[in-house]
């Protein structure tokens, strides 16, 4: 959905019905295009793709404690 945004930030900063909406989405697009965001935003992904299985065990009803803990350690090897 990045290129969504960035398109809909775009529209925002030119189409913009105030001086407001100008500057706000001006300042999101800015933020958004920063080498910093991407980097976090790259690297939450990699670290979600990585935590999901486990946060998915640990959110069952009925947990099988040994699973559960060489999933902890694999996840923390992975990580």
């Given at each position: ?9 775009v529209?925002m ?22 080498f ?44």
């Open positions: 959905m990045y290129g969504a945004t960035i398109t809909m930030l529209s900063v030119q189409e913009g019905s105030s001086n407001s909406i100008h500057g706000e989405a001006g300042g999101c697009l800015i933020v958004m295009k920063s910093e965001f991407i980097f976090i935003l790259y690297f939450m992904h990699k670290i979600m793709g990585t935590t999901n299985l486990l946060c998915r065990v640990l959110q069952q009803k009925s947990l099988n404690i040994l699973n559960v803990m060489n999933l902890i350690s694999t996840t923390k090897a992975l990580l």
